[in-house]
T-cell receptor, first 111, second 109 residues
């Protein structure tokens, strides 16, 4: 079974702090994604990566950056957290067999 | 751009059948997913359709009509544990999955 691990499940950060959300997958998939999920808005794509060191902006990249130095790890970075970034963040991979696997989610509260 | 529409909320009775519709307008089409998400949990895979027609998997079936930009998820013999959000997602021409806002299904006794 594919495993997508988000190491931080629940975080509380202060406005202006730098935040790292880590995602690791164990199946050598090229495609990885970061979404945020908010009530009434569904899942919105922040960034995606289709290979090491490759990244593309999604629909809502403002205020975020990403890093993919190794194939198995895709990190989401909030350079200066703001209260409107309080949300649930989901990492996902897309297999060649056309299945999207999600991590458990990271609940971020910015105060 | 991509536009995916599904009803916000539906209610149904335990043991009944419910159909959740999804319509989409995308630049290109490379497949449609259905996911189930219980409150506080990550979405889990239900189905993937890329060709027209009905795919059945136990109590759940998914239908696709590419010419109409339409899909539905059919849930039979509803159980209380089926109360969840159901997410429709489309892979457009860019192969990137775009999600609808989800349909919250409430199953009552």
């Amino acid at each position: 079974d594919v495993k997508v691990t988000q190491s931080s499940r629940y975080l509380v950060k202060r406005t202006g702090e730098k935040v790292f959300l880590e995602c690791v997958q164990d199946m050598d998939h090229e495609n990885m994604f970061w979404y945020r999920q908010d009530p009434g808005l569904g899942l919105r794509l922040i960034y995606f990566s289709y290979d090491v060191k490759m990244k593309e902006k999604g629909d809502i990249p403002e205020g975020y950056s990403v890093s993919r130095e190794k194939k198995e790890r895709f990190s989401l970075i909030l350079e200066s957290a703001s209260t409107n970034q309080t949300s649930m963040y989901l990492c996902a991979t897309l297999t060649s067999g056309n299945t999207i696997y999600f991590g458990e989610g990271s609940w971020l509260t910015v105060v | 751009g991509q536009n995916i529409d599904q009803p916000t909320e539906m209610t149904a009775t335990e043991g009944a059948i419910v159909q959740i519709n999804c319509t989409y307008q995308t630049s290109g089409f490379n497949g449609l997913f259905w996911y189930q998400q219980h409150a506080g949990e990550a979405p889990t895979f239900l189905s993937y359709n890329v060709l027209d027609g009905l795919e059945e998997k136990g109590r759940f079936s998914s239908f696709l009509s590419r010419s109409k930009g339409y899909s539905y998820l059919l849930l039979k013999e509803l159980q209380m544990k089926d109360s969840a959000s159901y997410l429709c997602a489309v892979k457009g021409g860019s192969y990137i999955p775009t999600f609808g806002r989800g349909t919250s299904l409430i199953v009552h006794p």
